[in-house]
């Protein structure tokens, strides 16, 4: 796409954005809670729209190639992630529930469900800072120091008479196997030639010959045009792929390639303007500075005459807090600016008296206040539902402002080049000069209204400077974290980490390779009194939410809703894993492993556990973004520990974590998250309390299946012909994780299978012996860990809720069956 393109579409997201942003304050009115599907309805609606306004954003932010604007463009992106967050966080407190039934929204907004994947900005993966890339290279350098001991101990070596005795069996039984083919090619064809010996030949006239040869010819020409019309036909309704994969394969390494170009011009214009922007401060402090800084000495002095001629005597100066001397010019007059001083002063001793005064009150209020509006104000919140405010929304409308201010009618054949626009670069330094010197200019004015005051006024003890903020109570309030190891560098501090094997590499794995297909009925599930199950397109897209798009940037995370922790549940091989390191790529995350296996004999006794999630919460802390995983999370909450647990001692971090936890604030990208197949065997409050979310991931449903056997045939190096029926496969498999499915296309498609394709192409009933050796999930446990989702806090409300609704529907009908009697 060309330039101009993405001018296009830059303008057309801001046509969207523009009606999104009209339709915002509506929903900040309270609505009855009997309208609960219309206020969730209108939420979706405009989910589903901030999702799309997020794609469009993204590619643009990816491929516009003018600094200035991309500046502009990164801010919008930022917003429009943090207002989805936000209205999934809102979607949440609606449904009560982690997944929602966007089926019938997509339907009327004639969107598909590739509208409801949530894109994951490209510029996460690509900008990975420098201090990223480093660290995966100290990562590295580290672990292949600690590897020649262990592959030693991986591979034991074999004796030489061993390694040649195992040799020689083998091309021994290979011999045999040859032979014994051989030996019963030879003996059917003895016993043929022996049966037709016997039969005696059948003779034929040469007519009849002639017939059966025809017959025979006729149809196999006729079978194979059918064949040939059948494929022809399926290309053409698009069921098959079609046959010029490479002419496809082409077009897309172009494309490609084009993106790739353009990339590389960004760097080019942003190294430009990098220079430009230095290039411009200095000029601007050489040209303009010394009349500025004149000015400025001028106007103050003459605000210091004006207050001393209407007043009587020299104005305080305003604190460099405030902003200095620029309060002054604010559009107030000198007399203004003296009355705003001396109320603030007075309102600083005002509050003062007060606090000690409400210190007292506040315990005898709060008792009598938490019965009263407590009360109240719940009975409200039950019943009115309404949307939070936004804390995106200013950010988005200030990007949007400046976008129709700056940049909507601004003609690009101006700026051929995409490079940077000067004029506007001036401004914006102009501006940022400007405070500069007045920090400068205000520190000579301080000294200069110091010295008036002893010539003029004769007085010296007076105080220059308003009474400060008060800062540091709020603060003080909260429990600092006490440093155990101030005399240590991150970087010995991470070796540690790494050496004792809390600390991890995490594999490859794209968000997106978690494959699965989204729940097409799931409205009609829930009309139906059913609750949906979550399907593996709902893990995904909530993973990429709750995980990958906080982690992902600082600046989303410390205004977005905070979230510190997820807890995964689900039955073994459902992918737990697979989605921590996901999450560890997407976003150039640390992985540290707090697994309760993992911590066996490391760090033992009290001090030696409140040290190890020390360091790993400092380091997780200062080398951001990390994820913290604890596999088997149950464990750590044990309601009680099996005997053979013991010795591990499973429990011990359990208080420190829960600590270490609440010191996350916004802003620190540090994530845990806890997998666990058995959740029944914690105790529910203490494990619902440490993890914030918690998704639970069941079996894999038809759809979600039938796009796992593809996908994952078609990874292993084999091509899905017509032959392999995929949707057979998919029936058969129902009950088994796609880890179950992986392990038997492993043991299927192997190597010496790949090379034998082309002549026995794969069919369905391979897989199904190696499938049938799996244990399935039993329903058994599916049922126990269902129940034991229902159970947790939000399931809890979710099983009041439809229950309430059921009621309510029940007292309907009842009414209007007593009407028509
Ligand atoms: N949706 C999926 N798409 C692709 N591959 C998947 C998917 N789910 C699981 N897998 C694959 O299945 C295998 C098992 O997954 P994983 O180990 O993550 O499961 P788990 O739930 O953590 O299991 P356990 O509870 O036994 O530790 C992995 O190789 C993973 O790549």
């Not at 009855?32 to 306004?53: A, G, N, T, V």
């Not at 051989?182 to 037709?196: A, G, H, S, V």
């Not at 002639?210 to 025979?216: E, G, T, Y």
């Amino acid at each position: 796409m060309s330039e101009g393109a993405y001018q296009c579409l830059w303008a057309a997201s801001h046509v969207t954005l523009q009606e999104l942003l009209d339709q915002e304050q509506p929903l900040l009115e309270p609505v009855p809670s009997q309208d609960r599907q219309s206020f969730q309805y209108k939420i979706s609606m405009l989910y589903l729209h901030y999702l799309e306004l997020l794609r469009q954003f993204d590619t643009i932010y990816d491929q516009m190639v003018q600094p200035q604007k991309r500046r502009l463009l990164q801010r919008l992106l930022n917003g429009v992630v943090g207002r989805v967050l936000e209205l999934k966080d809102e979607l949440v407190r609606v449904d009560l529930c982690e997944t929602h039934c966007l089926d019938r929204v997509l339907q009327d907004l004639k969107m598909t469900p590739a509208n409801l994947e949530v894109p994951i900005p490209k510029y996460f993966q690509l900008e990975q800072s420098s201090a990223v890339k480093e660290r995966e290279v100290m990562l590295a350098e580290i672990l292949s120091r600690l590897e020649p001991v262990s592959s030693q101990e991986g591979f034991p070596e074999m004796p030489r008479t061993e390694a040649i005795i195992l040799v020689q069996s083998a091309e021994r039984a290979r011999q045999g196997r040859l032979r014994a083919t051989l030996m019963r090619e030879i003996r059917k064809e003895e016993e043929r030639d022996q049966r037709i010996r016997e039969d005696g030949r059948h003779r034929f006239s040469s007519d009849q010959g002639a017939v059966i040869i025809q017959k025979v010819w006729k149809g196999y020409q006729q079978r194979k045009r059918v064949k040939q019309d059948r494929h022809t036909e399926m290309e053409f309704i698009g069921m098959l792929p079609s046959p010029n994969q490479t002419e496809h394969m082409g077009i897309l390494s172009q494309a490609f390639l084009g993106e790739e170009t353009r990339r590389l011009r960004q760097m080019e214009k942003e190294e430009e303007f990098q220079l430009a922007i230095a290039k411009t401060h200095d000029s601007l402090i050489d040209t303009e500075g010394p009349d500025m800084r004149e000015k400025m000495k001028d106007q103050i002095r003459q605000w210091f005459i004006e207050c001393h001629a209407l007043t009587g005597r020299f104005p305080d100066y305003p604190d460099e807090a405030l902003g200095g001397s620029s309060l002054i010019f604010a559009d107030k007059t000198p007399e203004q600016v003296r009355m705003d001083l001396e109320m603030q002063a007075q309102e600083s001793k005002k509050s003062k008296e007060q606090e000690k005064g409400k210190d007292k009150e506040k315990s005898e209020k709060k008792k009598k206040k938490k019965g009263k509006e407590g009360k109240t104000r719940k009975g409200e919140a039950d019943t009115m539902l309404k949307i939070l405010p936004s804390k995106f929304i200013p950010v988005i409308n200030a990007g949007h402002e400046e976008y129709i201010n700056q940049w909507k009618n601004r003609h690009e054949s101006a700026h051929p080049s995409q490079s940077f626009d000067p004029e506007t670069l001036q401004e914006e330094k102009r501006k940022e000069v400007e405070l500069e010197i007045r920090i400068q200019v205000d520190e000579l004015m301080r000294q200069e209204l110091r010295n008036l005051r002893l010539a003029v006024d004769k007085e010296e003890g007076r105080l220059l400077k308003t009474p400060k903020k008060k800062t540091g109570k709020k603060t003080g309030k909260k429990k600092k974290e006490k440093d155990l190891t101030p005399d240590r560098s991150v970087e010995s501090l991470y070796e540690e980490l790494v050496i004792f094997g809390l600390l991890k590499k995490s594999e490859t794995v794209a968000l997106k390779d978690y494959v699965g297909d989204c729940l097409y009925l799931g409205s009609t599930l829930s009309l139906a009194n059913k609750l949906p199950m979550p399907s593996l397109f709902d893990i995904r897209q909530n993973m990429a939410l709750y995980a990958v798009l906080r982690l992902g940037s600082p600046d989303i995370h410390s205004v977005a809703p905070l979230i510190r922790s997820i807890l995964l549940v689900g039955p073994s091989g459902t992918g737990k894993k697979m989605l921590v390191q996901a999450v560890c790529t997407e976003t150039g995350a640390n992985l540290f492993d707090l697994s309760p296996d993992n911590l066996m004999g490391k760090y033992p006794g009290k001090n030696g556990v409140q040290m190890m999630v020390h360091m790993v919460f400092k380091v997780a802390r200062l080398l951001q973004p990390s994820v913290i995983w604890i596999g088997n999370a149950e464990k750590t909450f044990y309601k009680k520990i099996p005997k053979e647990e013991r010795k591990m001692d499973p429990k011990r971090i359990k208080k420190d974590l829960a600590k270490a936890m609440r010191l996350l604030n916004p802003g620190d990208r540090v994530m845990l998250i806890g997998t666990t197949d058995r959740p029944q065997l914690a105790e529910m409050k203490g494990l619902c309390r440490l993890y914030e979310r918690i998704l639970f991931m069941p079996r894999p449903d038809y759809a979600s299946r039938y796009v796992l056997w593809k996908h994952m045939i078609e990874a292993q190096g084999a091509q899905v012909s017509q032959n392999l029926d995929i949707s057979a496969l998919s029936k058969v498999s129902d009950g088994y994780t796609a880890g179950h499915i992986l392990q038997a296309i492993q043991s299927v498609v192997t190597e010496r299978r790949l090379l034998q394709l082309s002549k026995r192409p794969l069919v369905a009933s391979e897989f199904v012996g190696h499938l049938a050796k799996l244990d399935p999930v039993y329903r058994e446990e599916e049922e126990s860990l269902k129940d034991w989702y229902y159970k947790t806090p939000l399931g809890k409300k979710n099983a009041k809720l439809s229950k309430d609704q059921q009621e309510a529907e029940e007292a309907k009908l009842a009414k209007e069956k007593k009407k028509r009697k």
